[in-house]
């Protein structure tokens, strides 16, 4: 698996790009406090569940990394991919390899379009193909949200009501 890289400008010689290896803590950009670094989080929430057989993942994400669309590209299809490895092993083969992932495309309806990565992040949601499944991302499909707007979201976004988990 490849290191997912951000190209950034360098503040004294903009002309030169600089490439960021190591992984931005979104959660301390955004002020969060508490337990919630990547591993934290992995830890707690998702590798407890390692070992119980799963049909596959339905995942709503992506509105706190509408910054960083290049690294979401990268990052997204990874994860996928480690996840559907541990949940195989974890379960001694009884989770499919490749299990069906399920994602919701961001919504923009009650974001203003100016001023937002949003499209640029849907995008990303895809690897850059624009559409699932794809290459990069087998055995993905994606809930289209663009009209279902949820105004009690932080994110003026959908909410996992769209998949019916409620």
Same mark, same amino acid.
């Given at each position: 698996m490849g290191v997912c890289r951000k190209k950034i400008r360098e503040q004294n010689n903009p002309s030169r790009l600089l490439y960021m290896s190591k992984p931005m803590n979104i959660w301390e950009r955004m002020g969060v406090e508490g337990p919630s670094g990547e591993s934290i989080l992995w830890n707690a929430?998702?590798?407890p569940l390692l070992n119980f057989t799963i049909k596959g993942v339905l995942w709503h994400q992506g509105e706190a990394n509408a910054a960083e669309s290049d690294r979401y590209a990268c990052l997204f299809p990874a994860m996928i991919n480690d996840w559907r490895r541990k949940w195989y092993e974890g379960t001694g083969g009884n989770t499919e390899v490749a299990f069906p992932f399920g994602f919701v495309q961001l919504c923009t309806s009650n974001v203003p379009f100016i001023n937002t990565n949003y499209p640029l992040i849907r995008r990303a949601q895809t690897a850059g193909y624009g559409y699932v499944p /794809?290459?990069?991302?087998? /055995?993905?499909?994606?809930?289209?949200?663009?009209?279902?707007?949820?105004?009690?979201?932080?994110?003026?976004a959908v909410a996992s009501d769209h998949f019916g988990l409620y």
């Open positions: 929430m998702i590798h /794809n290459p990069k991302m087998e /055995n993905v499909f994606m809930s289209v949200s663009l009209d279902l707007p949820d105004p009690s979201s932080p994110y003026d």
